[in-house]
């Protein structure tokens, strides 16, 4: 598959994992996140728009406690929540400072998606963020959702919701950096011999098979909602890569058309890239 169509890509989604911004459930990654912000402030400076979606409030909040483990109660993981988002934005800030580029941050639940009202609001925030130079730096409102059968306001991971604001911001591409090199054909952790797929053309059952769940004790999703948000993308006649979030820097690479990761990009359609028609 010719990649040289991501050399067009106008306004691009990015979306890292806890398990990348973490060295230890103790430590923070802080080379990965400077890196991170070197690579989004240089697009930007090129002209692209970048959207972040960084995960990771749970994470930093059990780091600033010195915990273990991580609680399973629900109202304890809100409570970390509350204390590492403020950590995170406050060391993306920071970071993304470096590089002269102010950061806002959007804290959503699933109410985007459930109230048309919610969406436009949410559309035009993002929208002022970029007209305004500043970079969207998105989470889910992790300290406040509601997971009841009468009301669910939780995504619960960020591969549905970085999917979602691509939506929600139109964007051409969704780049999923991961703690693995892209989608395999069985999991890469349990089968020795997986062997990574450069190109996925339609969300199948033969590649709904290949996914198992998360990683790591600080992921949620895994591969299954990787292969979620891929459909929604392809879906809406975009595409989404998923790559190693390593060395961020990658990301210049994958806008170079170069063969890294996995491109979910369905065969018959055209990546749209804004502007055209
Ligand atoms: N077919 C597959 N190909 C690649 N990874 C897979 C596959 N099936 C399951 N996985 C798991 O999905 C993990 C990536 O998802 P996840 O743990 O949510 O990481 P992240 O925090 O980077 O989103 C991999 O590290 C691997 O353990
Ligand atoms: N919103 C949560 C992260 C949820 C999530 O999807 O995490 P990950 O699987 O690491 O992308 C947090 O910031 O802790």
């Given at each position: 598959m010719n990649r040289d169509i991501l050399k067009d890509v106008n306004r691009v989604v990015i979306k890292i994992g806890t398990n990348s911004i973490m060295k230890s459930i103790s430590e923070i990654d802080y080379h990965k996140m400077d890196r991170l912000a070197f690579v989004c402030a240089t697009l930007r400076q090129q002209g692209c728009d970048v959207i972040l979606v960084a995960s990771g409030a749970v994470g930093v909040g059990a780091s600033m406690m010195n915990l273990d483990e991580y609680p399973e109660d629900i109202a304890e993981k809100q409570a970390l929540a509350s204390m590492g988002q403020g950590e995170l934005i406050n060391l993306y800030s920071r970071f993304f400072q470096h590089y002269d580029q102010h950061v806002g941050q959007i804290l959503m639940t699933r109410d985007i998606v459930n109230y048309p009202s919610s969406y436009a609001n949410c559309k035009t925030a993002i929208n002022s963020l970029l007209k305004n130079n500043i970079m969207p730096i998105i989470n889910e409102n992790d300290a406040v959702y509601v997971d009841e059968s009468g009301h669910c306001s939780k995504f619960g991971e960020n591969d549905t919701l970085s999917a979602v604001v691509s939506e929600v911001v139109d964007a051409d591409l969704l780049i999923i950096l991961s703690d693995i090199d892209g989608l395999f054909d069985a999991n890469p952790h349990t089968e020795a011999d997986a062997k990574l797929i450069p190109f996925v053309g339609e969300i199948d059952d033969e590649i709904l098979n290949m996914a198992g769940g998360a990683?790591?004790?600080?992921?949620?999703?895994?591969m299954e909602t990787k292969l979620g948000a891929a459909k929604r993308m392809m879906d809406n006649g975009k595409s989404m890569m998923i790559a190693s979030a390593k060395d961020p820097t990658i990301v210049f690479d994958i806008l170079e058309g170069a063969d890294v990761g996995t491109l979910f990009k369905k065969e018959s359609v055209e990546l749209m890239i804004q502007g055209d028609e």
């Open positions: 990683g790591s004790v600080f992921s949620t999703g895994g």
